[in-house]
């Protein structure tokens, strides 16, 4: 998948809507191979680009997208715990 393994593809775009019906002969966003009247495309406005997906790479291209979030979720969680724990009262260890 060219598209993908080059990581060109915008993980962190805002979806507004998401179309699926048959391919118009627009190459795929994520594979660049051209999507087949025959094929099933997923069509994705965002704030940038209109992607357009066979139906596989746009199930990769959402899953990544899914797991980057959760990664960036945690590590925000992590951060968070890190520094609540830095702000505790220092202990006075000579009593």
Request: glycine fraction near 10%; proline fraction near 5%; charge should be positive.
């Amino acid at each position: 998948m060219v598209s993908f393994d080059a990581g060109t593809l915008p993980l962190s775009i805002a979806v507004k809507k998401t179309y699926a019906g048959y391919g118009k002969g627009y190459p795929c966003s994520g594979c660049d191979a051209t999507v087949l009247p025959s094929q099933v495309e997923y069509e994705v406005e965002t704030n940038g680009p209109t992607l357009r997906f066979h139906i596989g790479c746009h199930g990769l291209w959402k899953g990544e997208r899914i797991r980057r979030d959760r990664r960036r979720v945690t590590e925000t969680r992590s951060v968070r715990y890190v520094c609540a724990r830095s702000r505790r009262a220092p202990v006075d260890k000579r009593s």
